[in-house]
């Protein structure tokens, strides 16, 4: 589990448009401006890709990936991908979720099967949440 929470700490949670990049442990300006400019105080970043770590087929996770869209469908999310360190594991699409509460956002990955999600909240530090 360790090294699983390792390369969590290291990997680069990235959001398409606008271009963003989120790193544990760091504060991130774009992200704090974006959340002034809706007058949102908290965000999650959350994926629905292999669960468990178990890699599924490409259809399987874009699947669940559209379920994840519709179950935030009430927030504004933006879409992105987890990109790790190991090039041998093919980065994850994901949600970064604007205005969705700590608690929501851990009810969401428990729901995923997801081993951690990335939660944190304006002029904050991105903060890795482990869920198993």
Excluded: C
Aim: no cysteine.
């Amino acid at each position: 589990m360790n090294e699983l929470i390792s390369a969590y700490n290291n990997t680069k949670y990235t959001v398409y448009s606008p271009s963003i990049t989120i790193q544990i442990g760091v504060n991130n300006s774009e992200l704090d401006e974006l959340l002034k400019k809706f007058n949102i105080t908290s965000w999650a970043y959350v994926s629905a890709f292999n669960p468990f770590s178990k890699v599924l087929s490409k259809k399987e996770n874009l699947e669940r990936h559209d379920e994840l869209k519709e179950k935030v469908k009430g927030y504004k999310f933006y879409e992105g991908e987890g990109v790790g360190e190991d090039a041998s594991w093919e980065p994850e699409i994901s949600l970064l979720i604007m205005g969705i509460s700590k608690k929501e956002s851990i009810e969401l990955g428990i729901y995923f099967e997801q081993n951690a999600i990335v939660v944190g909240a304006i002029n904050g530090l991105a903060e890795l949440k482990i869920l198993v």
